[in-house]
């Protein structure tokens, strides 16, 4: 999921060099932190947070056969 998240954010933003993307696992869940530059971070949001949660909804369609919940949080 974190080489996902991380080819997605690098073809939206301006400063692809700045993307970290860290994963860290739970129990039940896998939490996903997208860091970007400050200039950057309003194409990974988009309007009204559309791209957000597109990027959202791409990982959970890709993590559907693991028995785990996935968070992206961007920040």
């Known amino acids: 999921m974190k080489e996902l998240v991380e080819v997605i954010a690098k073809a939206l933003v301006d400063n692809p060099d700045e993307v970290v993307v860290t994963e860290s696992e739970k129990e039940e869940e896998i939490v996903i932190e997208l860091k970007v530059?400050?200039?950057?971070?309003g194409k990974v949001i988009g309007k009204?947070?559309?791209?957000?949660k597109a990027i959202r909804s791409v990982v959970k369609a890709a993590s559907s056969k693991m028995d785990k919940k996935v968070i992206v949080e961007i920040q």
Not at 48 to 52: D, L
């Open 48 to 52: 009204q947070g559309r791209i957000a």
């Open 37 to 41: 530059a400050p200039t950057d971070m």
